[in-house]
């Protein structure tokens, strides 16, 4: 079992930035991929970032130059790093852990990938 737990998230107007952490613990892997999905009300989740364990990352479309995934000090730590936020950036922020492995990134853009999830911070972008 891989426990997740995310830390950051809240209210912001737009163009304002936030930050939100999250740390696996537990039987986890050498090799893995950690990343943020998001989920709107009425919506699917969606893949906001994710990194492996290797250092390659994939952005959705809609955060490219405005969201920067990183590690933490931790290894087994991500932060993501959301600037010039938006109003449809609102949504529930869920970490999400895997430890299959892709050599296209694009196999990780789909939730069903993820094995292990937090659970959820929000994020609310409004004025």
């Known amino acids: 079992q891989v426990q997740l737990v995310e830390s950051g998230g809240g209210l912001v107007q737009p163009g304002g930035s936030l930050r939100v952490s999250c740390v696996a613990s537990?039987?986890?892997?050498?090799?893995?991929?950690m990343g943020w999905f998001r989920q709107a009300p009425g919506k699917e989740r969606e893949l906001v970032a994710t990194?492996?364990?290797?250092?390659?990352?994939m952005y959705a479309d809609s955060v490219k130059g405005r969201f920067t995934i990183s590690r933490g000090d931790a290894m087994r730590t991500r932060n993501l790093q959301m600037n010039s936020l938006k109003p449809e950036d609102t949504g529930v922020y869920y970490c999400?852990?895997?430890?299959?492995?892709?050599?296209?990134?694009?196999?990780?853009?789909?939730?069903?990938?993820?094995?292990?999830w937090g659970q959820g911070t929000q994020v609310t972008v409004s004025s």
């Open positions: 537990g039987n986890t892997f050498s090799n893995f991929a």
């Open positions: 990194m492996t364990s290797g250092g390659r990352t």
């Open positions: 999400a852990y895997t430890s299959r492995y892709y050599r296209d990134m694009y196999r990780y853009t789909g939730a069903s990938t993820f094995d292990y």
